[in-house]
């Protein structure tokens, strides 16, 4: 599957959506919102769209085109010259296309239109030669109402219903209200009624003439368009909120500007709306009380109160969708038969949170590593000089348990590794996102903030360790960044490479990702007390009566790092005894060095590295 758009190209505005190869979406966004202005501005040899076209608008009113739909399907007079108005629509599709090439990282041809229900053969013809000119090639063409169903009603099989009647008011910059019928298998329009003034753009002049006293079109031609952008913007800020001040063209001060404003001026418009949405029913033979749901969609649809003023002329409150102005865009996004079949292949079902319990689990190898990280600074040796002061005596030395660092870097590390699949489930979760782009890429995001994350810990606890030992001018903070930074490194560049294959190849575990990232328990146990106990003899000061047991513990925590190294890069039992006692010897042999000793955390470390590479390899080898 190649990526595909599925755009709603409005009177007022252009809203759209990329599907990517692998099924997942996302709502593109233009000028730093969820939506692109349709309007349009021609000068010489240029056609500018959205914002720029309206900012172009205030000194060349000329060239301003406010809606091309609106402008039928021959020509129009523009900036002094005739223009298809074929040539001004595609403008606007040929930057949602450019938009979208730009997020997917390559061309994107293939979209689904969204029309009106009530268009002919000639206007879709008209509307794909526009789409043609503007560099892609239409897959299929769906009416609004049909592509908004599955998201404002549930599906018919979940009703428990052979089939139901459903009423959709979408209202934009005009009203369309449609009858639907909704099988199992498909979706279709009854009866459908259109009203150009009965919507968005009547609101905007009924609005302009309350507020400035002078009607839209009567207004000079400098400050009409910047007029009509402010009462858009007004409208828009007076969904949330009880009023806003705004400045007005040619006005001696701000206005300040209400929400009662607002409904007085679109309360005929609304009930129009409603009378539409009643001659539908009729034009349909049936009665409301045939009708199972009566929904309202469409940017003025967010506006607090249109449900109640339409029902008062409808008899019925129409239900309003969580997202009314991206209900019909979202829910063919969802319906496409391409992208939905890839994620099915792709196993691309929403994370869910693991259980508490293993929830809480996760926080153990944190907890372990901040016990390990105060043990480690508490039972260093410092000679005299005191914690956090800034009085070192003369040729004072600090003998610490460098291991013990280490080790507390790794297990923050793997920490945070094995609860990436909780922050991936948080993101999926997430309301406040717009689109769904897939457990995969959620995965990808959670792994990013693992590379992030883990380095910066590490340098924290450098940082106060150099702090705690008094390090200044001494070679105190090139021990913590080479016994802390340093490891933290190879383990963010392999989880780096995961995150990056997991985007690749999108496949989604069979255990899920909390399976495929957890890391063996054993293996964190074993390497934690291997760094307190190999450090009683050598820098922990023992109680006299186990002087003679000093050497023993030492080489029994340097045998527990052989077990934990031989528990992280292999998994059955008998294959750790065996790599177990390969590696003791070795091991307690190297350790008797002062440097020795030291190494043993990066030991550990390059165990942890080889399991993320095993992971990785598990991941790039397709299997599950």
Request: aromatic share 8%; proline share 6%.
């Amino acid at each position: 599957m190649t990526p595909s758009l599925v755009i709603d190209y409005g009177a007022a505005i252009t809203r759209a959506v990329l599907i990517r190869a692998d099924g997942s979406w996302v709502v593109l966004q233009f000028d730093g919102g969820w939506w692109l202005s349709s309007a349009v501005h021609v000068s010489t040899g240029q056609v500018s769209v959205g914002a720029e076209a309206w900012r172009r608008a205030a000194t060349d009113p000329d060239g301003f085109v406010l809606s091309p739909l609106r402008a039928g399907t021959g020509q129009v007079e523009v900036a002094g010259a005739s223009r298809e108005v074929a040539e001004l629509a595609a403008a606007t599709l040929r930057q949602v296309a450019a938009e979208a090439a730009r997020v997917a990282g390559e061309r994107v041809e293939r979209a689904q239109l969204l029309v009106p229900a009530g268009w002919g053969p000639r206007r879709r013809m008209w509307f794909q030669h526009a789409a043609r000119l503007g560099g892609l090639h239409v897959s299929r063409l769906v009416e609004v109402p049909v592509a908004a169903a599955p998201g404002i009603a549930p599906a018919v099989a979940a009703s428990g219903d052979a089939e139901r009647v459903l009423l959709v008011i979408d209202i934009g910059a005009g009203c369309e209200a449609t009858v639907l019928r909704q099988g199992a298998q498909q979706t279709g329009v009854i009866s459908t009624l259109h009203d150009p003034t009965a919507g968005g753009d009547r609101i905007d002049t009924l609005l302009t003439t309350a507020l400035t006293g002078t009607a839209l079109d009567e207004l000079p031609a400098g400050q009409r368009w910047t007029t009509l952008a402010t009462v858009r913007m007004l409208q828009q800020s007076l969904t949330d909120q009880v009023a806003v001040t705004v400045p007005l063209p040619g006005a001696p001060g701000p206005a300040i500007v209400t929400h009662a404003h607002v409904m007085q001026a679109a309360q005929p418009v609304l009930e129009r709306a409603g009378e539409l949405a009643a001659d539908a029913v009729a034009a349909a033979d049936l009665t409301l009380a045939e009708v199972h749901g009566v929904h309202l969609i469409g940017g003025v649809a967010a506006l607090p109160g249109a449900a109640d003023l339409i029902a008062a002329k409808l008899g019925v409150a129409p239900q309003v969708p969580a997202q009314p102005n991206m209900v019909a865009v979202t829910g063919a996004a969802d319906a496409d038969p391409s992208g939905a079949a890839a994620r099915l292949e792709g196993d691309e079902e929403p994370l869910r949170l693991p259980p508490l319990r293993r929830i809480l689990l996760l926080g153990v190898p944190g907890l372990a590593s901040v016990l390990l990280y105060a043990f480690f600074l508490v039972k260093a040796d410092m000679m005299g000089s005191q914690p956090f002061s800034t009085y070192r005596p003369l040729g004072s030395q600090t003998y610490a348990a460098w291991p013990q660092l280490t080790v507390a870097v790794m297990l923050i590390q793997v920490g945070l590794l094995q609860a990436a699949s909780v922050f991936a489930a948080l993101l999926d979760q997430n309301p406040h996102m717009p689109g769904r782009t897939g457990s995969i890429s959620r995965i990808t995001a959670a792994l990013g903030i693992t590379v992030v994350v883990g380095p910066v810990i590490a340098y924290i606890y450098a940082l106060v360790a150099t702090s705690y030992f008094n390090g200044a001018f001494t070679r105190i903070p090139e021990w913590t960044v080479q016994w802390a930074v340093w490891p933290s490194l190879p383990v963010a560049a392999c989880t780096a490479l995961l995150a990056v294959a997991a985007a690749r190849r999108r496949l989604t575990p069979a255990a899920g990702w909390d399976g495929f990232l957890s890391f063996p328990a054993s293996s964190l146990i074993f390497a934690t007390a291997g760094a307190v106990i190999s450090a009683l003899w050598s820098v922990i000061r023992l109680p006299y009566w186990l002087w003679g047991w000093g050497p023993t513990l030492s080489y029994i925590g340097e045998a527990m790092f052989a077990v934990a190294i031989a528990c992280t890069v292999v998994r059955h039992l008998a294959l750790r005894i065996g790599l177990s006692i390969v590696l003791a010897l070795p091991v307690m042999i190297v350790a008797q060095g002062w440097w020795g000793f030291r190494m043993l955390g990066f030991f550990y470390t390059a165990a942890v590295v080889v399991w993320l590479l095993t992971r990785l390899w598990v991941l790039l080898a397709g299997r599950r």
